[in-house]
């Protein structure tokens, strides 16, 4: 007997956004329109925008010799912290609209994700999106795509596109930029013409590191695992005030910088960093189950911890550490360093529908076409009455009437008597008006 075998499944093509430099497209993003340039720590250019490089802004000038050529050029240095903190930002954003499957380094992220979610990424993003079948694949095309733009190289397009790549592309498979700079000398201008030294020649001319893995890539050897991102289960932000607290009212603006991020707290990150978002935009619409306050005294560290409800709010938030900074005591021997952090942090589930997509109304109307009592809607009431018949209702999916399904919370008819004693007391209330206390009759 032949032996069965099931056809292959399908896979997630791996998708490649290219955001690098990483400072560079903060600033750009923060500046439309104007030009602008990444500082190092001595005031040089390391980065500029096209607007910029278009008039005559150079790497390794000097800040006042780059506004001289450009007068309207926008120069700033990106602290490592505040970049980190924005990419980090940005993930969350990526793993909660797009795809599970998120990783990356600042500048550069993968995702498990379709052509059609490609295609709004880069969209959302206005940024350079590439779509393969493995990751290396995938950065290449991004890095030939324009800001919003998707490159598409699956299946047989990969062989097509692979002997084009230009040769300054390959510091994506670890070549070095020497070896880059040789190469070009040499005349080599695309990967096709590296395809025609043999495996030795390569290797003995990039390197044994980078030689190796250029061949193991042309050989087809590939990277298409996407890890499946983590999320954080603490979030912290530090705050270092000039002069220890003492008082109420300055702890409370304390904590209100730590949470609301308006000055020096640092999230993820114990060190001080000016810009960052705060504690509460950090949750990002999560939810957490405790909040943690830590204070270093000149007597030591004190730490008390409450308990979070849902739904949470900033203010909620921070009356909650209010609380717990007045449960540890340690105003009355002056906090020095106050941290907050927040603990079992995780995202609610919620059913958006039944069907995700653009053809989500499609489905509905055919299965409503064929089954008309298929669907029905629930029709929020009260959602905060005690009884389920008093907090919603299962209506019909087209005319929105009650629908009597078993699912229909049971809605008890008052008894005669009932009926009889409400319309006395509404008779009574029409000619005698509201009874209030303490009025003569």
């Known amino acids: 007997m032949a032996r069965r075998t099931d056809p292959p499944r399908p896979t997630t093509p791996v998708t490649c956004v290219e955001l690098t430099p990483w400072p560079l497209t903060l600033l750009r993003r923060a500046h439309p329109g104007v030009p602008v340039a990444v500082l190092d720590g001595q005031g040089r250019i390391t980065h500029a925008c096209p607007l910029a490089r278009a008039q005559g802004v150079e790497r390794g000038l000097r800040g006042h010799a780059a506004l001289s050529r450009a007068p309207e050029l926008h120069a700033e240095a990106i602290s490592g912290t505040h970049a980190a903190a924005a990419w980090e930002a940005l993930m969350q954003d990526l793993h909660a609209r797009f795809s599970d499957r998120v990783d990356g380094t600042p500048g550069t992220a993968f995702l498990a994700l379709g052509v059609g979610g490609a295609r709004e990424l880069a969209a959302a993003l206005q940024a350079p999106v590439g779509v393969a079948g493995s990751r290396e694949v995938a950065q290449l095309a991004a890095r030939r795509a324009r800001p919003g733009e998707l490159r598409d190289v699956r299946g047989v397009a990969e062989a097509a596109f692979l002997p084009l790549v230009p040769l300054t592309d390959l510091d994506v498979l670890g070549v070095p930029p020497a070896r880059l700079e040789a190469l070009h000398f040499l005349g080599v201008r695309t990967l096709g013409d590296l395809t025609r030294w043999s495996p030795a020649q390569r290797e003995a001319f990039l390197g044994v590191d980078a030689g190796t893995r250029v061949n193991r890539f042309l050989t087809g050897a590939r990277t298409t695992a996407v890890a499946r991102r983590a999320r954080p289960t603490v979030l912290e932000a530090t705050l270092v005030p000039d002069a220890p607290l003492l008082e109420p009212g300055e702890a409370q603006a304390a904590l209100h910088t730590v949470i609301a991020g308006h000055g020096d707290a640092a999230v993820w990150d114990t060190a001080a960093a000016h810009g960052s978002p705060g504690l509460w935009t950090a949750l990002r619409g999560q939810t957490a189950s405790t909040v943690t306050v830590r204070a270093d005294t000149p007597g030591g560290e004190l730490s008390a911890t409450r308990a979070l409800k849902w739904p949470l ?105 009932r009926a009889r004693e409400r319309a006395v007391q509404r008779v009574l209330a029409f000619f005698e008006g509201p009874f209030v206390e303490g009025t003569a009759p």
Do not use: F, K, N
Not at 343 to 351: D, H, I, T, W
């Open 313 to 417: 709010d900033a203010a909620g938030l921070t009356r909650l550490a209010e609380l717990a900074l007045a449960d540890a005591g340690a105003l009355a021997l002056g906090v020095e360093r106050l941290t907050v952090s927040v603990g079992g942090v995780s995202a609610p589930a919620r059913l958006v529908g039944l069907w995700a997509g653009v053809a989500e109304l499609d489905v509905t109307h055919t299965l409503l076409t064929r089954c008309p009592g298929a669907l029905v809607r629930v029709q929020w009431l009260d959602p905060h009455a005690y009884v389920a018949d008093a907090q919603y209702a299962w209506v019909d999916w087209v005319s929105g009437q009650v629908r009597p399904t078993p699912l229909t919370p049971v809605r008890t008819p008052p008894t005669r008597a």
